[in-house]
């Protein structure tokens, strides 16, 4: 009977990971994709299984948001019947577990489970919710980018991160420095050591983007004229005060960069918005302030395809993603992040990532100042297509491997069903 793997997944994040290790298990393994519905919007979620060709998923649970024992629940109780391969579609898709269904509940806790391993990936509350489900049906885990930790307990994230950890029987860690995390944690399972699937995804839509995009032309914007800004971490938008502070930062950019000289690198900032925080500047009555931001190009989320060029053309990078961070490091763009931690700590030991706490004249000075400890020269080249070849070419230290991560996923699942 061939190898039976899901992948849960459910938001963008995650999308862009299964995407590689999609390619990579095809004609090795039956493996279904199980959409939490974290994310719903077409711009985080559905753009991304076209961008990537990847198929509509098998199931989508359409959990939606909410608070995290909400979600965590719901995704549970949904991910339990399709695991269990529960014969009730219309309890599978609206998890309703109320009175009329408690016998149908009974005769699911007999059901074996339908796959031989569930592969989760990153820290998302779905990653949490598909680990938990796994094993408490029998499944046995697989965590793609295990092992990272940012030291910081308020973090969503890092106690999905530690939970998943636990929850896993193999862990696929991205860097070095997980893989001592795990080492050091003594987490039950088999480790190994991948590389971060960010070097092929990067890879491959580099090439994309530059047939393809035209997000630069769109936007009437110039090579390296402007920081490309992300922010939509829980410790930066939950409070008005540190939103505010953002929109004065940006504000003090523009006001040092129009009193230069001449046209200047940093001239705008380009900020494809999540739309979980445009409700919070909304819901602080500070959205009309953001929108009225000089040189501020405020817009809805982007493709993958689109967002990459954006990173590869931007003077700089601003953030506090995870993603973005990797992304910023592997296409050589210098990287500031809004945050006073990181799990991606290797990009701040090569010089190329920059922490700083939301202070406006500290951000707007490093917007404008900062250069990484080691120059890279323009990644444009002289046809003017892009390349990752300097980290491909090893001048960047290759901290997260060298671009084999899905396949050598792969080899060590196959090793395990032999
Ligand atoms: C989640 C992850 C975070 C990840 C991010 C990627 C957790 C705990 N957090 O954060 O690690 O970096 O995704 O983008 O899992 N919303 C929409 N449309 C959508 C989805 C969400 O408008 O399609 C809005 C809703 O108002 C929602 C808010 O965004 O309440 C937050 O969404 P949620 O999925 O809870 O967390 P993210 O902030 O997206
Ligand atoms: N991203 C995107 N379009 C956008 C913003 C981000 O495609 O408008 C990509 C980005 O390349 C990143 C991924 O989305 O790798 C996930 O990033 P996000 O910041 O949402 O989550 P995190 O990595 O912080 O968990």
């Known amino acids: 009977m061939p190898l039976r793997i899901a992948s849960i997944v459910g938001a963008r994040p995650n999308f862009i990971k299964v995407a590689p290790i999609y390619k990579a298990l095809k004609g090795y393994a039956e493996h279904e994709i199980i959409h ?8 985080l979620s559905k753009i991304f299984f076209k961008e990537f060709d990847l198929p509509d998923p098998d199931f989508n649970l359409e959990v939606g948001s909410g608070l995290p024992g909400y979600q ?35 005769r699911v806790e007999k059901s074996k489970p339908k796959y031989d391993l ?6 998302t509350n779905s990653t949490l919710a598909g680990a938990l489900s796994a094993f408490k049906t029998g499944i046995k885990v697989g965590h793609i980018e295990s092992g990272l930790r940012s030291f910081d307990r308020r973090m969503p994230e890092e106690i999905n991160r530690i939970l998943t950890d636990q929850l896993s029987e193999y862990h696929f860690a991205s860097t070095k420095t997980a893989m001592a995390n795990l080492k050091k944690e003594h987490v039950y399972g088999k480790n190994k050591f991948t590389g971060d699937l960010s070097v092929e995804v990067v890879g491959e839509a580099s090439k994309i983007s530059i047939r393809k995009s035209k997000v630069l032309r ?24 540190i939103l505010a ?4 930062s940006f504000e003090l950019i523009s ?16 900020y494809p918005i999540h739309p979980g925080t445009k409700k919070k500047f909304k819901e602080s009555g500070l959205y009309e302030r953001l929108e009225k931001c000089p040189n501020l190009i405020l817009m809805d989320p982007v493709g993958y395809i689109d967002f990459i060029q954006l990173i590869h053309n931007a003077s700089k990078v601003m953030t506090d993603s995870g993603g973005v961070q990797k992304e910023a490091y592997i296409l050589g763009v210098p990287c500031i992040t809004i945050r006073e931690n990181t799990e991606w700590i290797e990009t701040v030991e090569e010089g190329w990532n920059r922490l700083v706490s939301v202070n406006p ?12 400890t080691i120059h890279s020269k323009s990644r444009i080249n002289s046809d003017n297509s892009y390349s990752t070849s300097e980290y491909n070419s090893g001048k960047l230290k290759q901290i997260f491997g060298t671009g084999n991560t899905s396949s050598l996923i792969r080899e060590f699942i196959i090793s395990l069903y032999k």
């Open 245 to 248: 502070s953002i929109i004065e």
């Open 72 to 106: 965590i629940g719901e995704m549970t109780k949904k991910l339990e019947h399709v695991l269990l391969n529960h014969s009730d579609p219309d309890q599978t898709k609206k998890g309703t577990l109320g009175s009329k269904n408690r016998n149908k509940h009974a």
């Open 255 to 270: 006001k040092k960069s129009d009193s230069g000289k001449g046209q200047s690198i940093n001239r705008f900032i380009v």
């Open 118 to 123: 569930v592969l989760v990936y990153g820290d």
């Open 361 to 372: 004249s500290k951000i707007a000075e490093y917007a404008l100042k900062w250069k990484p």
């Open 218 to 241: 769109r936007l009437g914007l110039d090579p390296k004229s402007f920081i490309l800004f992300t922010m939509h971490r829980e410790e930066n938008t939950t409070s008005a005060k």
């Open 36 to 43: 939490t519905g974290q994310h719903y919007d077409f711009g």
